[in-house]
């Protein structure tokens, strides 16, 4: 394969949102659901039947983004690519402008092999080039002129349309063998 430019997003990406927000969720309504309820639902249609504000109004909070956990592999995976590709890290980090230096020093803890030139935090994602990009969202990879890959997320089980990978180890074996 030749080298390729591969865009990487952040949230259920790289770092662990989801977990947070599902943990945010059930405190919020007594309640004590798993990522695998959603596995057969829509995850937007289920949660806004309950109290979701309170979950939202976390992501505006100060520490959210600079604590979440990194997602299984990703490290090794992300590193292995930006040794043999072209990697950058694109996050649409300005709907939380709180979350912009946490996302900088969160990448500066867990990648640090990834330079501040391959770190774009912006607003919108279709003005951004590529070969490939693996985002968790339809809005990001709709507008993608490369090889769009969903990363699988609680958020969109029912979305299909997409080539869908599970885990890192997965995009491991699509660049790679
Ligand atoms: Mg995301």
Request: glycine share 4%; hydrophobic share 40%.
């Amino acid at each position: 394969m030749d080298k390729q430019r591969i865009i990487i997003d952040m949230d259920d990406v790289l770092a662990d949102a989801n977990k947070k927000i599902l943990e945010n969720f059930n405190l919020a309504n007594g309640m004590d659901l798993k990522k695998e309820f959603f596995a057969d639902k829509s995850y937007y249609d289920f949660v806004h039947q309950y109290n979701y504000e309170p979950v939202r109004q976390k992501l505006f909070e100060p520490g959210f983004f600079r604590n979440l956990e990194v997602i299984e592999d990703a490290v090794e995976v992300v590193k292995e690519l930006h040794e043999k590709h072209e990697v950058f890290i694109v996050s649409a980090a300005m709907e939380f402008p709180n979350s912009l230096i946490e996302k900088y020093d969160w990448l500066g803890e867990h990648f640090p092999f990834i330079s501040w030139k391959n770190i774009c935090l912006c607003g919108d994602k279709s003005i951004i080039k590529g070969d490939v990009m693996i985002d968790d969202h339809e809005k990001n990879l709709v507008s993608f002129e490369g090889k769009p890959l969903l990363f699988d997320a609680m958020h969109n089980q029912t979305l299909k349309g997409y080539q869908r990978v599970l885990s890192w180890k997965e995009v491991h074996q699509y660049f790679f063998s």
